[in-house]
């Protein structure tokens, strides 16, 4: 579990900085900014990996939950 919270807490952070750097870290630059932005989409898809390689460890009951909780919590998202 420590792999998730870690690869969360890194997209976590490359996202601050995707966000805000263009803004207060950098003068809106256009290949500092890219960079940023890539260095996010790279985190997030690893993080998306570590949480594939954690449900592949989970028993049927614990991905049933698992997978149904984070269902309502995708449609309470989008809808609301």
Known sequence: ??????????????MAVAT?????LWDASEVLT????GTNLLTGSLMILANR???????????KIHL??????LGLTVVV
Do not use: Y
């Open 68 to 73: 149904e909780s984070l269902g309502l919590t």
């Open 1 to 14: 579990m420590g792999k998730m919270t870690t690869w969360t807490w890194l997209w976590v952070a490359t």
């Open 53 to 63: 390689k954690l449900f592949n460890h989970f028993d049927e009951l614990e991905r």
């Open 20 to 24: 805000f750097g263009p803004s207060h």
């Open 34 to 37: 890219t960079m940023a932005i």
